[in-house]
């Protein structure tokens, strides 16, 4: 006697429903299909918000030293001092990714998945530019005695120069782990908060709280992410545990205790000579 194979047994299961259970089944088939779409739709929302909120957020912080320059010919602006020609490249291009991370975003949202994943090779270019001229601007800002909050020129230059390679290497960890669209976007946007925004907000209205009112706007904008998670799935997804562990231990408790060696300012002033 011959066992029945699976194939032959889903028919005669099928069979054997009635009317009704075929109803309850296509009624909590599309009730699963609404609450996936539902689910999408407000994860859209919010990873679109975020990266408004961040862009404008750039564009505050940077408006008195950078955007508000091609205006000052035009609108009763106090005159900013003159940019090097590096600077402002530097922030061309990152001016470029922000507006390239937020249509992306919004691409992603729409279902769009090849359109989003044709313009992503655009990162292979943005994440070396970012890296490469994000280093030279460190240089040039302590060869020009740019020390912003920060004692020395040499503390100010390990803040910066590890912000740059922050965002390298999860944006980098982002776009190898494409395939798994959920981490993929949470490290993208890790990437922007951990690296990018810190610089803006250090330039914002904010500054005025003194450096603990920075670091609390900073990590108001990490814990938003994986609070957001546990808020809507009950749990936060492994790509925050990961990526903040490695934001966390590259925060400026570590980059100041590397920034204060002998080591570090004699391999500073050995470079802006």
């Not at 699963?32 to 994860?43: F, P, V, Y």
């Not at 061309?92 to 769009?112: C, D």
């Not at 669209?181 to 993208?188: A, D, I, S, V, Y």
């Amino acid at each position: 006697m011959t066992q029945a194979s699976p194939a032959q047994d889903a028919p005669e299961a099928s069979a054997g429903l009635t009317s009704n259970d075929k109803q309850t089944l296509l009624r909590k088939g599309e009730q699963l299909r609404e609450c996936i779409q539902t689910a999408q739709r407000r994860d859209h929302r919010f990873f679109l918000t975020m990266a408004i909120v961040a862009a404008i957020t750039v564009f505050l912080g940077f408006f008195p030293t950078y955007f508000q320059k091609p205006l000052e010919p035009l609108l009763p602006l106090p005159p900013t001092p003159k940019l090097a020609t590096l600077l402002l490249i530097h922030g061309a291009v990152m001016t470029a990714y922000i507006l390239f991370y937020v249509l992306q975003t919004a691409i992603a949202g729409t279902g769009r998945r090849a359109h989003h994943m044709t313009l992503g090779w655009a990162s292979v270019v943005f994440i070396p530019a970012i890296s490469i001229l994000g280093t030279m601007a460190v240089i040039q800002g302590a060869r020009l005695g740019h020390k912003q909050i920060w004692p020395d020129l040499e503390t100010s230059a390990i803040i910066n120069i590890f912000d740059v390679f922050v965002f390298a290497i999860l944006a980098t960890a982002a776009i190898l782990l494409r395939a798994m669209p959920e981490t993929h976007k949470r490290l993208m946007l890790l990437a922007l908060i951990a690296s990018i925004l810190p610089a803006a907000i250090a330039r914002s209205p904010v500054i005025r709280l003194g450096p603990a009112g920075v670091g609390a706007v900073i990590i108001a904008f990490l814990l938003a992410c994986p609070f957001y998670d546990l808020l809507t799935r009950r749990r936060i997804h492994r790509a925050y545990y990961w990526g903040l562990v490695f934001v966390v231990c590259t925060m400026p408790p570590t980059r100041l205790a590397i920034g204060h060696t002998q080591a570090w300012h004699r391999f500073v002033d050995w470079v802006i000579r």
